[in-house]
C-alpha cells in the first residue's frame, strides 16, 4: 500500500474537473482511484466496483453510476472482465510528466507495465507513455500503425538524410532537446516528412522548453479516433504540428484512449 497519492490542484479547474462539477458521486470516486490502498503509481490497477462502493460508501449503484460519468469525461479507462481500472493522467502526477533514462524509477515503471493484465489497457497506456518512461517497444501484430516495407523504409531514411545534410540537421549539437524523440514517436505515414523543415519548426517554438507536454500530447493523440481511423490516412503532418503550436492548451484527460471508452 502506498503512502499516500498525489492529487493536483489543477483536478478541480481542468476539462476533467469541468465535466463533473455538479456530480458530488463522480468527483468523490475519481479522488478515491488517485488516493485509495489499490493503486499504484502509473494507474492501473485491479479494483472491482465492489471496493469503490464500500469504500466510499456510494454502494453500488453509486459507484456504478460515478464510475460511468468518469469514463465519459475520459478520466478513465475500466475492463470490466479483469475489473482494472486506469486512471489516464496518474502516472504524470505520481511519477512525472516524463524521467531522464537513468533515472531509478524508469525501472519501476516499466515492472508496473509489464504487470498489466489487459493487452488494451497496456497497449493504451504505452502509447500515452512509452516516450516519457523510455518503455521498451513491443511489436504488435493488430497495431493501428502498419509498419512500412523495407523499400518505404529506406526511402524514408533517405529522405531524413537528404534534408538533415541540407539543413545540417545531421550534427548532434545542431539538435534540440526532444525533436529525435519526437520524430521518432510521430506514426510513420506517408505525410511523415520534411524533417529539415520540422527542425526548424521546431527550434522556431523553442519547443524543446515544453518537450515533456509535447511528447505525451502526441501519446494521447495516437489513441484518438482521428488518428486511428483508416490506419492513420487522417493524421497530421508534423509539420503542421509543429506551426500551429497543436500542444498548448490540450488536456491530455479529454483525448487519452478515447478508443477504448
Known sequence: MRDYGVVSPKFWIGETGKALRGNAPAQVLALYLMTCPHANMIGVFHCPVLYMAHETGLGMEGASKALQSLIEAKYCTYDEASETVFVHRMAAYQVSESLKLGDNRVKGVEREWLNIGPAQLKSAFEAIYSV?????????????????????????????????????????????????????????????Q????????????????????????????????????????????????????????????????ERFV
Open 132 to 192: 516519457a518512461f523510455h518503455l521498451p517497444i513491443e511489436t504488435k501484430k493488430n497495431s493501428p500503425f502498419k509498419a512500412p516495407s523495407k523499400p518505404l523504409a529506406s526511402q524514408e531514411q533517405e529522405q531524413d538524410q537528404e534534408q538533415d545534410q541540407e539543413k545540417g540537421a545531421g550534427k548532434p549539437a545542431d539538435v534540440p532537446t526532444g525533436f529525435a524523440d519526437f520524430w521518432k514517436t510521430w506514426p510513420s505515414t506517408d505525410r511523415k
Open 194 to 257: 520534411a524533417k529539415g523543415k520540422c527542425l526548424d519548426a521546431w527550434k522556431k517554438a523553442h519547443a524543446e522548453r515544453e518537450a515533456a507536454v509535447i511528447l505525451a500530447h502526441v501519446g494521447s493523440l495516437k489513441l484518438t479516433n482521428g488518428w486511428l481511423k483508416n490506419s492513420g490516412e487522417f493524421i497530421p503532418a508534423p509539420l503542421v504540428y509543429l506551426n500551429k503550436r497543436s500542444w498548448e492548451g490540450a488536456e491530455l484527460s479529454e483525448l487519452a484512449c
